[in-house]
């Protein structure tokens, strides 16, 4: 399924080389630890990035300062050639309104490791919330949209219920697919199985592929190496704040050519 229907073939669609994702010069401190280092990165459309790096090292940060979550110091994201977060004038980058942040982080879903469903809310209602509220949509669209996504991450049967009553791969599948109802450009997992019981870690790695397959755009922070080598168009290792080393699966991971990122790969296998 790509990131704007709920019904696409599930085949790998050929990916375009313009950049849906920029980052340049990317730097965020917090007090004396500078956690980012003039990072950038280019994410093309169609392409998934896998983002290693050892804990510490600034994979969170990064992505979140991809959708704002996070504001950078220095530097600047583009998404599909617009500035997030900030906007120029007199030459200068300037803060956009809470109001416009919200809109642009519309167009970019977020999975967090934490799942962070609405407790109150059923499932449909987790899923239905965004559009409608925040899109303005039409709450009978959204609700037959809705129920398409839930079906197609496996869990039709469960639109009534509540979080509390799911696993931690069901619940982090129904974030999956709250992500995917915003109709995204764009779609950011961190860590999304770091929260797993390990029986769990499966489901929702094989809805993350089917995704990839279908074509959406995806930033993947994980720890998950055999994923990264099956999903990853490119593979990034972040070091201490800076990139030290990207380029396709096989290379980077069967062939480190930074003795960091050959270290990292050893203790990890």
Known sequence: MSATAADAPAQRVVPSAT???????????FGAHQVLHEVDLDVARGTVTVVLGPSGSGKSTLLRAVNHLEKLD????????????????????????ERAILRQRARIGFVFQGFNLFPHLSV?????????????????????EARALL??????????????????????????ARALALRP????????????DPELVGEVLAVIKDLAAAGATMIIVTHEIGFAREVADTVVFLDAGRVVEQGPPD???????????????????
Not at 124 to 144: Q, T
């Open 74 to 97: 220095a530097g600047y994201v583009r998404v599909d050639g617009e500035l997030v977060g900030v906007r120029v004038a007199h030459g200068r980058l300037h803060e956009l309104s």
């Open 251 to 269: 290379e980077v991971l069967d062939h480190p050519q930074h003795p960091r990122t050959a270290a990292f790969l050893s203790r990890v296998r």
């Open 19 to 29: 950049p849906v994702v920029q980052v340049r010069g990317a730097s965020k401190s």
């Open 151 to 176: 079906a197609r991450v496996g869990l039709a049967d469960k639109a009534d219920a509540y979080p509390r009553q799911l696993s931690g791969g069901q619940q982090q599948r129904v974030a999956i």
């Open 185 to 196: 450009q764009l779609i950011l997992f961190d860590e999304p199985t770091s929260a797993l």
């Open 124 to 144: 449909l209602g987790n899923v239905v919330e965004a559009p409608v509220a925040a899109l303005g949509r039409d709450k009978a669209e959204v609700h037959a």
